[in-house]
Structure formats: C-alpha cells, structure tokens
T-cell receptor, first 117, second 116 residues
Framework: DTEVTQTPKHLVMGMTNKKSLKCEQH?????MYWYKQKAKKPPELMFV???????INESVPSRFSPECPNSSLLNLHLHALQPEDSALYLC????????????????FGPGTRLTVL | AQKITQTQPGMFVQEKEAVTLDCTYD???????LFWYKQPSSGEMIFLIY??????QNATEGRYSLNFQKARKSANLVISASQLGDSAMYFC?????????????FGQGTELSVKP
C-alpha cells in the first residue's frame, strides 16, 4: 500500500468554527508532514512529525494545531481561521533511514481544499 | 542558504516530443537529494524521480530521466514522448539528508502544457 489518504477532500468553514483535517498512511513511514499550498505556488511546510514527535514547526499560527495520535495518523485541528488561510492542505509521509536520520522521498496525499468564509 | 530555482514559469510541448524542465540548486552541504514532483490540476503531488548527491548515474524512471550535472548544480527533468496527461505543474525540490528533519525545499514550479 503506497497511498496517503486525506479527509475531507473539501471543507468550507466559518471563522468561528472548529474543524479537523485527517491524514493516514500504512506504509510504515515514521515521518509525517503538513503543507499549505496556495494556487500556482509551491507547498509551504507547516509541521513535521518524526517518530510521533513534533520535530519542526515553521512558525505556524496557533490557530493550527497538529496532532499525531500514532505512527499512521496525523491530524490538523483548525480553530478561528482567517479567510487568508483558504488553501490546499497537503499531508505527506516518508521513511526515516540510517542512524543519523536520513529522510527519503515524501509521498503526498490528495489534499484537502479548505475555504474559510 | 539552500535554494531551488526553476526559471521556466510555463512551457508548451507538442505531443510525442521530448521536453526538458530546468532546475538549478544551491547548497554547500555535500549530502542531499533532489526530487521532481508532478501536480495535476486535481492537486495531488505525485513523486516522479529522485537523485542522490552521491549517485554516479543519472536517475531514470520510465519516460522520466534526470539530467544531473553536479558541477553546474543542475538537475533538469527530461520527459520523453510527451503525452496529454503530462500537462501539469512540475516542482523540483531538494532535501538535505541530515539535521533538517526531512524538510523539502521547493522551486517555484513550471507549468507544462502538452498540445495535441
């Protein structure tokens, strides 16, 4: 199984709502990532989890809250978002190999298209 | 600082012809990986090909090949026999292997349109 799944595919929410994005992989990967992508732009890294621990937070506002309940699941909790947070949110996973932590190619999910009204 | 540069915002190619997408990178780290991803309008980022900094031969995967010129710090993607389904955004990316947590540095992308 070489698939990363994301739910929901589309999400529309108001600025006062609380919602969550979900990501799942069954490839045995121990690194998982959240990216934000605006149209015609490259993905921007938000968070990295390595062995279920948060290893990178790219100065993301606290209205985005990541969670990694186990090695296969990654959530992104959303609260009090702004219209400028509307974007495609991509989840990815990768193997971690080698004693020094060599990270291999990332496999991406199909993304969640988020619209904040 | 690490950087990826893709100088072609958009390109057109005739179906069945070959096309080269340019990518140059900048890093002083000797250990790195270079990746190409395809992103159709549906949004999913599809991994195409990988080249490690110590790999002696250019990577190939089916119709995709990576023209790796280390001295020039370039990692161009060559797509042979273009198909209509190749129309998409293509991103070149680099990862420093150690102490970077797997962070991918992306270029700005090249939008490829294949004409029938």
């Amino acid at each position: 199984d070489t698939e990363v799944t994301q739910t929901p595919k589309h999400l529309v929410m108001g600025m006062t709502n609380k919602k969550s994005l979900k990501c799942e992989q069954h490839m045995g990967h121990r690194a998982m990532y959240w990216y934000k992508q605006k149209a015609k732009k490259p993905p921007e890294l938000m968070f990295v989890y390595s062995y279920e621990k948060l290893s990178i937070n790219e100065s993301v506002p606290s209205r985005f809250s990541p969670e990694c309940p186990n090695s296969s699941l990654l959530n992104l909790h959303l609260h009090a978002l702004q219209p400028e947070d509307s974007a495609l949110y991509l989840c990815a996973s990768s193997q971690v190999t080698g004693g020094s932590g060599s990270y291999n190619e990332q496999f991406f999910g199909p993304g969640t298209r988020l619209t904040v009204l | 600082a690490q950087k990826i540069t893709q100088t072609q915002p958009g390109m057109f190619v005739q179906e069945k012809e070959a096309v080269t997408l340019d990518c140059t990178y900048d890093t002083s780290d000797p250990s790195y990986g270079l990746f190409w991803y395809k992103q159709p309008s549906s949004g999913e980022m599809i991994f195409l090909i990988y080249q490690g900094s110590y790999d002696q031969q250019n990577a190939t995967e089916g119709r995709y090949s990576l023209n790796f010129q280390k001295a020039r710090k370039s990692a161009n993607l060559v797509i042979s026999a273009s198909q209509l389904g190749d129309s998409a955004m293509y991103f070149c990316a680099m990862s420093l292997f150690y102490n970077q947590g797997g962070k991918l540095i992306f270029g700005q992308g090249t939008e490829l349109s294949v004409k029938p």
